[in-house]
């Protein structure tokens, strides 16, 4: 038989041994095997910059977290039935972090585990079944949390108690003035809880990415959703605040993706005046920078009925050696400011991209906040009609010119981009000059 390129010979391989379930990026898929920063590097030395990785969020290969790391497994690690006096240290710093009256945290391995706790903490609490979710949610990949994960839909069964709204779009729908997207999504959450009440499921409350990561990413004004979450409260629901997209300090504006619904000003450390409590906040990605560790964050009083009932044991949540990573991350993102740095640069990004739509009419809207940028292409600007062909083609491209990133969107024509926290404003023309090429390239 004539001999396989090298390339092709391991994609059977992994087709052979791990099954048909995976999904890998791109036409040519990327092999990194070292990374630094914002930027990896392949088998064949190759560097690429990586403006899609939440993961490794303060930087590829950070050196303290990789200390950390190292230096408590040489020492312990094990099951988390035994008394550990930095979990219960690191309990309180990341509590530090979240408005008064999140005072419970609990500690699991993914962002899937803490959400399936959390809808379960919530049915618990409330006495009801039937949640809200948006209309393209990814929440996570057990059966729970996926019956509970609109983008699965037809991939699995959605929970029949499920209510799906579409998310507070700022570029179409009329929605697009920040009063108008708000005014729209608490019409459509009343219209969801109306409907939940009149079908007699019960209410358990609404899950949500305030980021709408996968809805297209539409992060708003601050404050812009605040009067739909204060409604599913009034109707004795509780709010999931699905932080593993907008947690740790991406968008800039607030450590967590919620706090940017509070109301009136914002002081330096970045705690509004009238701060947005939820009851259940669940974080993973980027807690531990690609080292397993997520958690549920809870009022007290919203825990109490699940964890006095039920007994909930995980063995690798919360070990030590992942609370050293986490205790890493907070304490590097501290002491690199890098929530400003992703305030600062992330603002950088999308003037940059402003720029390059002047002369690319196929880029219809550029939004986001902080480290979180969200680049919508379009056939015409007047119709605004989905460009999904040409994201699609213009993903490809990019890959080609060792840029790396992702779509988002129900039509994936949004370019999602989300780097590592780590990326440095040098390298803002990289990008901006990647994309005009590529945009170029692709006659767009
Ligand atoms: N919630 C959101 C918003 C996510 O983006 C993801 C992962 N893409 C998850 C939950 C699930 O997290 P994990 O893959 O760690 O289970």
Known sequence: AAALDPRTRELTRRRRVLGDAYRLFYRHPVEVVRGRGAHAWDAQGNEYLDMYNNVPSVGHAHPRVVEAVHRQMSELNTHTRYLHEAILDYADDLLSTMPDGLDEVMFVCTGSEANDLALRVGREYTGGRAYIATAEAYHGNTALVSAHSPSLA????????????????????????????????????????????????????????????????????????????????????????????????????????FARQGLGPFDAAGRPADPFVPDLVTTGKPMGNGFPIAAMAARHEVLEAFATKRPYFNTFGGNPVAIAAAQAVLDVIRDEGLQRRALDVGAQVREGLREVALSHPAIGDVRGSGQYTGLELVVDRETKEPATALALDLLEELRERRLLTSVCGPNNSVLKLRPPLAFESSDVPRLVETLDASLTALGA
């Open 154 to 257: 037809g991939a699995e069964t959605m929970d029949p108690t499920l209510r799906v709204v579409t998310p507070p779009d700022t570029y179409r729908l009329g929605d697009e003035t920040a009063e108008g997207a708000g005014a729209a999504w608490l019409a459509r959450i009343e219209a969801a809880i109306a409907e939940i009440e009149a079908s007699g499921d019960g209410f358990a409350g609404l899950i949500l990415d305030s980021s709408f990561s996968s809805d297209g990413i539409f992060l708003g004004e601050t404050g812009m959703i605040r009067a739909a979450l204060d409604l599913v409260h009034a109707h004795g629901g509780v709010v999931i605040a699905d932080e593993v997209q907008p947690g740790f300090g991406r968008t800039g504006e607030a450590f967590w993706g």
